[in-house]
């Protein structure tokens, strides 16, 4: 069974940083694309930065600049550098990854909170 399990959420003050880390198992990670995605209360599941399989990047205009994506293929891992924090990045924040080829196969993380504090 795939399981991706992400870690590192918890309470940061506005300004500061935060890490998020997603551990893979059971999938062949080099052949995944990976993203990290985010919902706050209220509101629709929004992508926050993918990586693909070849190391390519993309943000979400709210946190360029701001945030880091990052993938560790000899760890399966994909982290979540989180700077500069604000109160509207408070969310339930996914790890996602999708098969580069076969796009059927696609799994998402549990979640973990973010809350900033103002």
């Known amino acids: 069974q795939v399981q991706l399990v992400e870690s590192g959420g918890g309470l940061v003050q506005t300004g500061g940083s935060l890490r998020l880390s997603c551990a893979t198992s059971r999938i062949i990670f080099s052949v995944y694309h990976m993203g990290w995605y985010r919902q706050a209360p209220g509101k629709q599941r929004e992508m926050v930065a993918v990586i693909t399989s070849g190391g390519s990047t993309n943000y979400a205009d709210s946190v360029k600049g701001r945030f880091t994506i990052s993938r560790d293929n000899s760890k399966n891992t994909v982290d979540l550098q989180m700077n500069r924090v604000r109160p509207e990045d408070t969310a339930v924040y996914y790890c996602?990854?999708?098969?580069?080829?076969?796009?059927?196969?696609?799994?998402w993380g549990q979640g973990t909170q973010v809350t900033v504090s103002s």
């Open positions: 996602y990854c999708r098969h580069t080829v076969r796009s059927q196969y696609e799994y």
